[in-house]
Structures are given as structure tokens and as C-alpha cells.
């Protein structure tokens, strides 16, 4: 089963994501904000993270940055979420590692595409 990490500072977006993931036999976790997804990163790595974009005090691509810089983690795919549209914020997610890029409202159909297309990366 598959450990998919939630990094998003909207429990109801988080909590949404974790249940269409379970349903999908993933084993899900939220974590409610980047110093918390970050320790959650470090002590039980999972095989792939969902990572908001917009989120107090540290950006979602400061924390892929982190993530993407460190040896123990760089492997890890990062899936991007985001209410953002612009070029600017998927070039610079692209840039920092980013491996997918999806925008909120995410549809649960295509969520589960892209953790096919990504999970068995991992390895």
C-alpha cells in the first residue's frame, strides 16, 4: 500500500485528499503545515507528496526546494497543488523538481492519474 504524505494548511482540502486516497487503498496522512510536513518528510518518508503551493510562512516551492536539496528525500515525487493559474508558479514548481502540477479544485479522477503515473517511480 502506498504512503502518500498531504502537505496542505486547509484541513478540509486535506482531509478531502486523505479520504479519496484511503478509497483508493493508499495509505494517507496530513500534515497541516511545512514545519510539521517537513518532520513528517524526515521520520517516515512516504512514497509521494502532495504538496500545497500557497501556505503561511514558508512557500510550497521553498518547501520542495528543501525536500528536492536533500539526499534522503530527493527521490520522493512531489505533486504540486494549487488555486493558482499562472505560468509563474508552475514554471518555478517545474524548476525546483516539482514532478506534477494540479489545480484546486483537483478531480478525484484525475488526482489518481497522476499518483499512477508517479507512484511506481519510486524505487
Known amino acids: 500500500m502506498p504512503a502518500i504524505l ?6 478540509i482540502i486535506c482531509e478531502l485528499l486523505k479520504l479519496h486516497l484511503q478509497n483508493a487503498g493508499c ?14 518528510v524526515i521520520e517516515s518518508p512516504p512514497d509521494l507528496i ?9 512557500s510550497g516551492i521553498e518547501v520542495l526546494k528543501v525536500i528536492k536539496a536533500d ?4 527521490h520522493i515525487p512531489v505533486v504540486m497543488l494549487t488555486s493558482s493559474t499562472d505560468d509563474e508558479t508552475w514554471l518555478a514548481a517545474t524548476q525546483a523538481g516539482a514532478e506534477a502540477y494540479l489545480t484546486k479544485p483537483v478531480a478525484r479522477d484525475e488526482l489518481l492519474q497522476t499518483l499512477q503515473r508517479w507512484l511506481p517511480r519510486r524505487g
Open 71 to 74: 539526499t534522503q528525500s530527493r
Open 6 to 11: 498531504v502537505i496542505d494548511d486547509d484541513p
Open 50 to 58: 502532495l504538496l500545497d503551493v500557497h501556505m503561511p510562512y514558508m
Open 27 to 40: 495509505e494517507a496522512r496530513c500534515a497541516a503545515d511545512p514545519a510539521e510536513g517537513l518532520r513528517a
